[in-house]
């Protein structure tokens, strides 16, 4: 599903994100990433959606080498990629549902099917009710779950979140993992960046802990949280 391969990634400035990050994941795991802030959590992540390439070393998402992949081609690779972030990045003169259908109008779906999809998609995440409503209308758990239902909405195998729960309370943290879990348990793949140590640690998936830019460790069970800073990347 994800591998890297000696991967680094250096900026104009200099700046070394990425160092050498060698990992895979597999078809239908879920697993965490997390580090101190500038670790290169958010880089990795943008690698893998193609809004940043490698300097060296090979990335391979869905059996594509992301190396090799054409600017032509970068809206064919996203459309199986679902994207979460912590700011939401809604429309906010637009409604719930209009949000969720943004991809699939992109994508050119027809009338009837995106009304299906979205539809389905929002009850997913609990807000079917609210399709009409304005994001600026929602709390910000609400809105966090308008940006699941959107990056969902055309069913792709992998998901990537970028500190989904940065924002939100513990409850309504736990709330949007256990909507991960249920994404997970019908063969989503997910990876989720997060600096929540206690949130990693209650849910017992594998983490990779990042810093400085390289990938420092790789555990299948949890970390304490003594053992890497809990700033946002």
């Known amino acids: 599903m994800i591998e890297f391969a000696e991967v680094s990634k250096r ?9 050498k990050v060698s990992f895979e994941i597999a ?21 893998i959606c193609l809004m940043e390439r490698a300097t060296s070393g090979q990335v391979v998402v869905n059996n594509k080498n992301l190396n090799r992949t054409s600017r032509r081609k970068i809206p064919s690779v996203r459309r199986n990629i679902g994207m979460i972030f912590q700011d939401h990045r809604l429309l906010f003169d637009r409604s719930v549902f209009d949000n969720v259908a943004l991809p699939l109008m992109i994508a050119g779906y027809p009338h009837r099917e995106i009304g299906r999809r ?10 079917l009710s609210k399709e009409k409503y304005s994001p600026i209308m929602l709390s910000g758990g609400e809105q966090q779950r308008v940006g699941i239902a959107r990056a969902v909405v055309n069913k792709p195998p992998l998901l990537l979140a970028d500190e989904p729960t940065g924002n939100l309370d513990p409850e309504l943290s736990a709330e949007i993992m256990h909507l991960f879990e249920q994404f997970n348990q019908v063969g989503v793949s997910l990876l989720i960046a997060s600096h929540d140590l206690s949130l990693i640690a209650q849910m017992h998936y594998r983490t990779l802990v990042m810093k400085e830019g390289r990938l420092v460790q790789d555990q299948v069970d949890t970390i304490t949280s003594s053992e890497e800073g809990s700033d946002e990347s």
């Open 118 to 127: 979205v539809r389905a998609s929002l009850d997913k995440v609990g807000l």
């Open 27 to 47: 078809d239908g795991e879920m697993a965490f990433l997390t580090g101190h802030s500038g670790a290169g959590k958010s880089t990795l992540l943008k690698l």
């Open 11 to 19: 900026y104009p400035n200099g700046q070394e994100a990425l160092k």
